[in-house]
C-alpha cells in the first residue's frame, strides 16, 4: 500500500479565494485541481464570509483532504484590509478544524521561497513554477488560484521539518497554541 494523502492550499481573499489541491502518493506530486471563488460580486462582507466557509466545506467534502495549508495575511499598513482577510482565513480554517483536519499556514515569502527559491518572487513566476513543475497546460486569468497551489505545493516540500509553520489538528490544539486569543 503506497503512502497516499490529499493536500488542499488556500489563499484566502475577500474578492477571490484561490484555491488548489494536490495527490502525494509516495514522494510524488500529482495535480488535482486549481480554482477560485469570486466574491467581488457580494457587498457584504459577512455574506463573502459565509460564502468562504461553504465552499471549503464543499472541497473537504468532495475531494476529503488529509491536510490544508493556508496562506497566512501578509501585514500591510491597512488595519481594515488585515482585519477582513484574517476573517476570511479564520473562516477557512474553521471549516478545516470543523471536519479535524489539520491546517499548518504559511507566510507569503515562506511560499514563494518554497516554490521558486526566492521569498520575493512575483505571483507570475510562482505560477509559472508551478506549471512547469506539475505540468499544468495553461494557468488561469487570475493567479489568486495558482496562489492557492502554491500553498498545497509549500506544504508537500516542508512535510516531515520540524519548521513549517502553524499547525493545528482540531479546536484543542488550536486553543492550546493560542491561548491568548481566548477570554
Not at 473562516?91 to 478544524?97: D, I, K
Request: charged share 25%.
Amino acid at each position: 500500500m503506497t503512502n497516499e494523502k490529499i493536500i488542499l492550499g488556500i489563499d484566502p481573499g475577500t474578492t477571490i479565494m484561490g484555491y488548489g489541491l494536490i495527490k502525494v502518493v509516495g514522494k510524488k506530486m500529482e495535480f488535482i485541481q486549481l480554482n477560485e471563488l469570486l466574491l467581488k460580486k457580494y457587498a457584504d462582507h459577512y455574506v463573502k464570509l459565509r460564502h468562504i466557509f461553504e465552499r471549503t466545506i464543499e472541497l473537504i467534502d468532495t475531494y476529503h483532504p488529509d491536510e490544508i495549508a493556508i496562506e497566512a495575511p501578509f501585514y500591510g499598513k491597512n488595519v481594515q484590509s488585515m482585519l477582513k482577510l484574517g476573517r476570511a482565513q479564520g473562516v477557512a480554517m474553521a471549516a478545516g478544524l470543523s471536519r479535524q483536519i489539520p491546517v499548518t499556514e504559511y507566510s507569503p515569502k515562506k511560499i514563494k521561497m518554497a516554490i521558486t527559491g526566492n521569498g520575493n518572487a512575483s505571483k507570475e513566476q510562482v505560477a509559472k513554477m508551478l506549471q512547469q513543475t506539475l505540468n499544468l497546460k495553461t494557468l488561469p486569468d487570475n493567479l489568486d488560484a495558482t496562489d492557492g497551489l502554491a500553498a498545497a505545493v509549500c506544504h508537500f516540500y516542508n512535510a516531515g521539518k520540524i519548521e513549517s509553520g502553524k499547525s493545528y489538528s482540531g479546536w484543542e490544539s488550536y486553543i492550546k497554541q493560542n491561548p491568548q486569543k481566548i477570554k
